[in-house]
């Protein structure tokens, strides 16, 4: 009597899937990993990554949970970045006898432009994109040459030597 390998559903490998996977790709989201370095993580394929929210609700939750907060957290943080923050600062400092003091500062950090332009292109493109779309309409006539006089073809010879001579200086 031979006894056979335990069948999987449809033929397919147990799976490597943990109940403690959900808080730790939830931990891992929070730090900024994709799907596939959570897979790097997990040792298994980006495809895995995509079973396990199919078949773990749990684990899709926590997913989506942790980039939720984390993309808030950046989005918090550009936008404080872009209009600029007032923050206290507390310091310890010793004197000359010894003696610790504790100093409370009040700082501004000023806006940064550069985080204040990559917000607004973002939340509003049509606005403040740098590629304007611009809606043309009308014809242009284009003369045959053969039609043109001896004047115009000097005129139009000297304009294209005087436009050459400039792109070389």
Not at 101 to 114: E, G, L, N, Q, S
Request: net charge neutral.
């Amino acid at each position: 009597m031979e006894s056979k390998p335990q069948e999987t559903k449809k033929n397919r490998r147990p799976t490597k899937y943990k109940p403690e996977n959900a808080q730790l790709a939830y931990q891992l989201c929070l730090l900024g990993l994709t799907d596939n370095d959570m897979a790097t993580f997990f040792e298994v394929t980006e495809q895995t990554i995509n079973n396990w929210k199919q078949s773990f609700p749990e684990f899709f939750e926590s997913v989506k949970k942790g980039k939720i907060v984390a993309d808030a957290n950046v989005a918090a943080s550009l936008y404080k970045r872009g209009t600029g923050y007032e923050f206290t600062e507390v310091t310890n400092e010793e004197d000359e006898q010894g003696r610790t003091r504790t100093k409370v500062v009040r700082k501004h950090i000023p806006a940064d432009t550069t985080a204040a332009i990559f917000w607004l292109k973002n939340r509003q493109p049509k606005v403040w994109r740098d590629k304007q779309e611009i809606k043309l309409s009308g014809s242009i006539a284009v003369n045959d040459l053969r039609d043109l006089t001896d004047d115009e073809l000097a005129k139009l010879k000297a304009d294209l030597e005087r436009q050459n001579n400039n792109e070389a200086n």
